[in-house]
């Protein structure tokens, strides 16, 4: 993967994250704002820079106490990469049985079935730039609004590895 992938994290867990000690209960603290079941729950990858970029202006305050580590994943990670809406409602409905575009308000922001069967199959989900700007203001069409930005999101943690950063950031933010 030729994208720069980061994860931001208190400074508190940094040792833990980079000596692989992360558990499910460090995993929700240090994950960027889940907002379950919409969101599923994993580590939050920014990708070259796209949370980042979206923090600034937006929650500036966020990154307070907050730490920036390189990320890895494996070559061989089984992400389902959303290249378009249209992709993701395929995918939900050969996953759910469900029309997403059927659904009522509620159903479309409770999706804890949709994303435990997307763990089942899949070590973490992608949702690509292009599509996330296509759709994020669509009304009828709540999933991709709720991610802020690109972003990669892990739930394997066999699939994913951590590396300090020199100066705390490779896009030379030095926070």
């Given at each position: 993967?030729?994208?720069k992938?980061?994860?931001?994290?208190?400074?508190?867990?940094?040792n833990?994250?980079?000596?692989?000690?992360?558990?499910?209960?460090?995993?929700e603290?240090?994950?960027?704002?889940?907002?379950?079941?919409?969101?599923?729950?994993?580590?939050?990858?920014?990708?070259?820079?796209?949370?980042?970029?979206w923090?600034?202006?937006?929650?500036?305050?966020w990154?307070?106490?907050?730490?920036?580590?390189?990320?890895?994943?494996?070559k061989?990670?089984?992400l389902?990469?959303?290249?378009?809406?249209?992709?993701?409602l395929?995918?939900?409905?050969?996953?759910?049985?469900?029309?997403?575009?059927?659904?009522?308000i509620v159903e479309?922001?409770?999706?804890?079935?949709?994303?435990?069967?997307?763990?089942e199959?899949?070590?973490?989900?992608?949702?690509?730039?292009?599509?996330?700007?296509?759709?994020?203001?669509n009304?009828?069409?709540?999933?991709?609004?709720?991610?802020?930005?690109?972003?990669?999101?892990?739930?394997?943690?066999?699939?994913?590895?951590?590396?300090?950063?020199?100066?705390?950031?490779?896009?030379?933010?030095?926070?």
């Amino acid at each position: 993967m030729k994208q720069k992938l980061t994860h931001w994290i208190d400074k508190s867990l940094k040792n833990k994250i980079l000596q692989g000690q992360f558990t499910q209960k460090i995993n929700e603290e240090t994950s960027l704002l889940i907002i379950e079941p919409l969101k599923p729950e994993g580590f939050w990858l920014s990708v070259n820079g796209s949370w980042e970029r979206w923090i600034e202006g937006n929650w500036d305050s966020w990154l307070i106490g907050k730490v920036c580590l390189r990320t890895i994943i494996a070559k061989d990670i089984n992400l389902f990469i959303i290249e378009s809406k249209e992709q993701f409602l395929r995918e939900f409905k050969e996953l759910t049985g469900k029309d997403y575009m059927k659904l009522g308000i509620v159903e479309k922001w409770r999706l804890s079935d949709f994303h435990r069967k997307l763990k089942e199959k899949y070590d973490g989900v992608w949702l690509k730039e292009d599509p996330f700007y296509k759709h994020r203001l669509n009304i009828d069409f709540p999933y991709f609004y709720s991610w802020d930005c690109e972003s990669i999101c892990v739930w394997n943690k066999d699939k994913i590895k951590f590396q300090e950063m020199k100066n705390g950031s490779i896009f030379n933010n030095n926070r």
